[in-house]
């Protein structure tokens, strides 16, 4: 089949992870009739340094530790997969830690979860017995030495941590880490994860989907496909003297400020300037770009510091991100009558969103305007609210009461001068937005008393 003499033009993004069995038989699913999605699964559970651990056994070449932390009393823990921080899966073994034979395997109970690390990732001896908090430490990204990079420390010398990552001791400390290392937040690694299956399905309500699909006359050919993000925000770079912006670059050229997106980059679908598409930006393929082999570049004439950029693309690693997406239902109306229904239905249903946000966003425009916001953008943002009904004196009908500014200035004053007073006032203000959120419930529920 030729996929070129078909015409695209129709998406639906859908921002939302799903997870399956290795077989497929029990899997989340996504209604976008409804927009909700029913979990059967709950995924990549973090296992990090905040949460309480200790030591179980001291095997040879490898210690098991556990956490009681996380408790899944009421979820099925035959159906659960675990990954270690380098993203390999680790092996399921029974539930009792005795049974453990190697490294990299991990047993999950109703009450417990236990990993078994090699004390070469651990950098703890085979002797050595790792206390609470170096364990924590572990599990925060930090690999424990005795003062020379690679010799794991055995109770002697001195206790030094370095980042999972590192090749020396350059960036070590010797005081036992209490924050997550740099080999995570690089990206370069992640916490250990574990997903397992629900023994109760949850359904749950997704926002941020964008699109619809609309048939054509004669045949039609719907792809699904995994990985997609969604406008993901993004701070474009500027290279230092050809002065372009660059998106996603990195490593690519020592001009350029690394940009990456949060995930590599197989495709660029789409770059948005403050919700708009900017075809300005171009797509460059190189293959020394280290977040994906594309980057998107744009001359600093078309480009604006001022705005805010979004990038929709699809991830590289989607294998890492949600299971395959392979089985979709289609329905649609086959009867004109149907079709016209439908079709009213939405349009009045868009013109009613549509009215109440733009109602809602002309009472915030006449809030900021009292608060003295920027004059250039609340007169673009007026001439907006103006063109779509709402008069130009309505919008300028607002002005904050007296009380409120010497309420303000009040609470100012008591912040500069006082703690104690500080904390009073503040208490006071959560109890009169406690009453508020009382008074408006009481209003609501007022016809049926």
Not at 156 to 161: A, I, L, M
Not at 328 to 341: F, L
Not at 379 to 404: K, M, Y
Not at 424 to 431: P, S, T
């Given at each position: 089949?030729?996929?070129?003499?078909?015409?695209?033009?129709?998406?639906?993004?859908?921002?939302?992870?799903?997870?399956?069995?290795?077989?497929?038989?029990?899997?989340?699913?996504?209604?976008?009739?409804?927009?909700?999605?029913?979990?059967?699964?709950?995924?990549?559970?973090?296992?990090?340094?905040?949460?309480?651990?200790?030591?179980?056994?001291?095997?040879?070449?490898?210690?098991?530790?556990?956490?009681?932390?996380?408790?899944?009393?009421?979820?099925?823990?035959?159906?659960?997969?675990?990954?270690?921080?380098?993203?390999?899966?680790?092996?399921?073994?029974?539930?009792?830690?005795?049974?453990?034979?190697?490294?990299?395997?991990?047993?999950?109970?109703?009450?417990?979860?236990?990993?078994?690390?090699?004390?070469?990732?651990?950098?703890?001896?085979?002797?050595?017995?790792?206390?609470?908090?170096?364990?924590?430490?572990?599990?925060?990204?930090?690999?424990?030495?005795?003062?020379?990079?690679?010799?794991?420390?055995?109770?002697?010398?001195?206790?030094?941590?370095?980042?999972?990552?590192?090749?020396?001791?350059?960036?070590?400390?010797?005081?036992?880490?209490?924050?997550?290392?740099?080999?995570?937040?690089?990206?370069?690694?992640?916490?250990?994860?574990?997903?397992?299956?629900?023994?109760?399905?949850?359904?749950?309500?997704?926002?941020?989907?964008?699109?619809?699909?609309?048939?054509?006359?004669?045949?039609?050919?719907?792809?699904?496909?995994?990985?997609?993000?969604?406008?993901?925000?993004?701070?474009?770079?500027?290279?230092?003297?050809?002065?372009?912006?660059?998106?996603?670059?990195?490593?690519?050229?020592?001009?350029?400020?690394?940009?990456?997106?949060?995930?590599?980059?197989?495709?660029?679908?789409?770059?948005?300037?403050?919700?708009?598409?900017?075809?300005?930006?171009?797509?460059?393929?190189?293959?020394?770009?280290?977040?994906?082999?594309?980057y998107a570049s744009i001359p600093n004439a078309q480009f604006d510091p001022t705005a805010e950029y979004t990038v929709t693309y699809i991830a590289l690693d989607r294998h890492k991100m949600t299971t395959?997406?392979?089985?979709?239902?289609?329905?649609?109306?086959?009867?004109?009558?149907?079709?016209?229904?439908?079709?009213?239905?939405?349009?009045?249903?868009v013109e009613t969103t549509t009215g109440v946000n733009v109602n809602a966003i002309a009472e915030l425009y006449k809030r900021v305007k009292a608060l003295g916001a920027d004059p250039m953008d609340m007169?673009?943002?007026?001439?907006?609210?103006?063109?779509?009904?709402?008069?130009?004196?309505?919008?300028?009908?607002?002005?904050?009461?007296?009380?409120?500014?010497?309420?303000?200035?009040?609470?100012?004053?008591?912040?500069?001068?006082?703690?104690?007073?500080?904390?009073?006032?503040?208490?006071?203000?959560?109890?009169?937005?406690?009453?508020?959120?009382?008074?408006?419930?009481?209003?609501?529920?007022?016809?049926?008393?």
């Open positions: 089949m030729d996929l070129r003499a078909f015409e695209i033009q129709d998406y639906i993004y859908i921002p939302i992870k799903l997870a399956s069995s290795n077989d497929g038989s029990v899997r989340d699913s996504f209604d976008i009739k409804t927009g909700e999605c029913t979990r059967r699964w709950q995924t990549d559970v973090a296992f990090d340094g905040s949460l309480t651990w200790a030591l179980s056994t001291n095997f040879s070449g490898f210690k098991s530790v556990f956490t009681t932390s996380i408790v899944h009393a009421r979820d099925v823990l035959t159906q659960a997969f675990a990954l270690k921080f380098d993203g390999s899966i680790l092996s399921k073994v029974s539930t009792l830690a005795a049974n453990m034979t190697a490294a990299n395997q991990f047993i999950t109970s109703a009450t417990s979860t236990v990993f078994s690390v090699a004390n070469t990732e651990s950098g703890w001896g085979e002797n050595y017995s790792p206390t609470a908090v170096e364990i924590k430490a572990f599990f925060y990204g930090w690999k424990m030495n005795d003062g020379n990079y690679g010799q794991p420390y055995n109770g002697s010398g001195v206790k030094t941590w370095v980042p999972w990552n590192a090749q020396d001791n350059s960036e070590s400390v010797v005081i036992v880490p209490t924050i997550t290392s740099k080999a995570i937040t690089s990206g370069g690694s992640d916490y250990y994860r574990l997903s397992y299956q629900l023994t109760k399905t949850v359904t749950e309500t997704v926002e941020g989907f964008e699109g619809a699909i609309g048939l054509h006359d004669g045949g039609n050919t719907i792809e699904l496909l995994e990985g997609m993000i969604v406008r993901e925000k993004i701070v474009p770079k500027q290279h230092s003297t050809n002065l372009n912006w660059y998106i996603n670059e990195k490593g690519a050229s020592s001009n350029v400020p690394d940009c990456p997106l949060q995930y590599r980059l197989d495709q660029p679908i789409a770059i948005y300037r403050n919700g708009i598409k900017d075809d300005g930006w171009v797509w460059k393929n190189d293959v020394n770009n280290q977040n994906g082999n594309q395959n997406a392979v089985e979709a239902t289609a329905s649609y109306n086959t009867n004109q009558k149907t079709v016209v229904d439908s079709l009213v239905q939405k349009v009045t249903d007169t673009t943002l007026r001439e907006w609210l103006i063109q779509r009904g709402v008069s130009a004196q309505e919008l300028d009908s607002f002005s904050e009461p007296p009380v409120l500014a010497d309420l303000g200035q009040t609470i100012l004053l008591v912040l500069q001068n006082g703690e104690a007073s500080a904390e009073l006032i503040m208490m006071l203000v959560a109890q009169v937005s406690a009453l508020e959120a009382r008074v408006a419930a009481l209003e609501g529920g007022g016809a049926n008393a």
